[in-house]
């Protein structure tokens, strides 16, 4: 008889990929030749970072043949710009994007309804008549959860304690607020 495995693995990596490379709606831009996205490299345009991380190797995946440019700035306080992205159409004709304060959903959803074409709207028409979003906003990450301490009196984990910090320094900020 043989032997029942001890572990059985789950999922590969390349599996889970693969998995968020095909996931609906698939982003097939058929209408456009070209997409450049400016964003700032750090502290700031946080929709355009995410997605640039969540939908941009899907668009990539999925038209091969797309010239994507993205070009990341160093943006100092003094300067006010904001990010954009410049989307060049089969037809020679080029349309600007304002990203500023959009999350990556709402970018995406611009993007697909200039160059979607007709598999996109059928998408849309589908969402809509479920009464569902056309597409799924991203959900913030669940936080970790607070650490159990013991409790020694009855010799079983206590529920977790938010413990409170007291400032020597309260003029000062960081770890410098709370050394002696």
Known sequence: MP?????????????????????????YLNGLKSLKLTYAYRNDHFGAKHFV????????????NLAIEVVKKLKTKEEDWNPELVLELRDGSKQTLDLDQKWSS???QELM???????????????IAAGLPIVDVPLPKKAAPKEKIWDSSN??????????LVFLNPG?????????
């Open 3 to 27: 032997r029942k495995p001890k572990f059985i693995p789950g999922p590969s990596r390349l599996s889970k990929i693969l998995e968020e490379l095909n996931k609906e709606p698939k982003p």
């Open 53 to 64: 991380k969540a939908d941009l190797p899907r668009i990539r995946y999925l038209n091969p």
């Open 106 to 108: 709402t970018i995406f």
């Open 113 to 127: 309804d200039i160059g979607g074409g007709t598999n996109w709207q059928r998408w849309k028409r589908e969402r």
């Open 155 to 164: 010799k079983k984990r206590a529920e977790p304690v938010e413990e409170e």
């Open 172 to 180: 000062k900020t960081g770890a410098a607020a709370i050394l002696p």
